[in-house]
């Protein structure tokens, strides 16, 4: 017998950058609602930060007081309250929860979950 050539499903195939972000990118796509950080800290609104503003970074989804990583930093993070900065709890996207097993297979399960 021979292996099928199947292409993996990667983290961010198919996924909604409104309930992940991609490890891969830094969470760099990230666009939810998540405005706490990983210490439970309630984010600053990016408007009255003096340092990042929606002028400034038109393509990061500056809203409200969200947790974005506009820099390329770790992860997501905002500004706190107290004008120091955090990462926010943001979840990491899955590669099978979001996948088209039409198109590729998942690591996990030795891709046993391909259906193309």
Not at 8 to 32: A, I, V
Not at 52 to 65: F, H, R
């Amino acid at each position: 017998f021979e292996y099928c050539d199947v292409p993996l499903c990667t983290e961010c195939s198919g996924y909604d950058p409104q309930t992940c972000g991609c490890t891969s990118l830094r969470q760099q796509d990230y666009r939810g609602t998540i405005n706490t950080t990983f210490s439970g800290r309630a984010c600053m609104r990016w408007e009255e930060t003096i340092y990042y503003t929606a002028v400034d970074y038109p393509w990061a989804g500056l809203d409200e007081n969200y947790c974005r990583n506009l820099d390329g930093d770790f992860s997501a993070w905002c500004f706190t309250e107290d004008g120091g900065f955090e990462y926010c709890d943001v979840p990491p996207c899955n590669a099978c929860k979001y996948s088209n097993f039409e198109k590729c297979g998942c690591r996990e399960g030795n891709q046993a979950d391909y259906r193309g």
